[in-house]
């Protein structure tokens, strides 16, 4: 069965720190990752990623992915109190319905003043 | 700028009860969804619709029925509610590339 597999759950850290927030997923035919950020209710996109080793940057932002060992990071550096919010990971596959994305749980970072 | 709506943004409804959540975009986008996201499951597809008059199931979409009569609407219909039905719903929409998913604001769902 395919899945999505984020860590932390939750992450609580002051303003000023570095966070990286896993995501694993094993999937047939992967096709793409893709990262969103979860504020107050819709998710909104980040990144998304279908090659291993091609860093993605976005200001403070920036993401990887590792296709031999199936996983991504989402590293956010010099956090700030906007930063809280859920970081939703996704999985795209090859011959999957358009739009059947295979979200993981997510991770709840909560950045203190 | 409306972009994708979503209507009601809370409703709090009684077992059996038929719900209708509405959803209206105005990009002309092609690909709209519905998911629902729970604690514990994260996001799951429920219903999406390649066009209209084309629509198919995701992977919880037993209790749903859909309809899109018109490109830019997306009603979900709960036509029997049940208390498992209690979620947030979420309607989303692109052009057919999944990068650009755009999400409305979701509806908080109730069943009592």
């Known amino acids: 069965e395919d899945k999505v597999v984020q860590s932390p759950l939750s992450l609580v850290v002051h303003e000023g720190d570095t966070v990286t927030l896993n995501c694993s997923y094993e999937?047939?035919?992967?096709?793409?990752l893709l990262w969103y950020k979860q504020e107050k209710k819709a998710p909104t996109f980040l990144f998304m990623l279908?090659?291993?080793?091609i860093e993605k940057k976005s200001g403070r932002l920036s993401s990887i992915l590792d296709k031999k060992e199936l996983f991504s990071i989402l590293n956010i550096t010099a956090t700030q109190t906007g930063d809280s919010a859920i970081y939703l990971c996704?999985?795209?596959?090859?011959?999957?319905?358009?739009?059947?994305?295979?979200f993981g749980k997510g991770t709840k970072l909560s950045v203190k003043p | 700028d409306a972009g994708i709506t979503q209507s009601p943004r809370y409703k709090i409804t009684e077992t059996g009860r038929q719900v209708t959540l509405m959803c209206h975009q105005t990009?002309?986008?092609?690909?709209m969804f519905w998911y629902r996201q729970d604690l514990g499951h994260g996001l799951r597809l429920i219903y999406y619709?390649?066009?209209?008059?084309?629509?198919d199931k995701g992977e919880v979409p037993d209790g749903y029925v859909v309809s899109r009569s018109k490109t830019e609407n997306f009603p979900l219909t709960l036509e029997s509610a049940t208390r498992s039905q209690t979620s947030v719903y979420f309607c989303?929409?692109?052009?057919?590339?999944?990068?650009?998913?755009?999400f409305g604001s979701g509806t908080q769902l109730s069943v009592l």
């Open positions: 279908t090659s291993s080793g």
């Open positions: 996704a999985v795209d596959r090859y011959g999957g319905s358009q739009g059947n994305l295979i």
């Open positions: 999937v047939t035919n992967f096709r793409s």
């Open positions: 990009w002309s986008h092609s690909y």
């Open positions: 989303a929409s692109t052009d057919g590339g999944n990068e650009k998913l755009f």
């Open positions: 619709s390649a066009a209209a008059d084309i629509t």
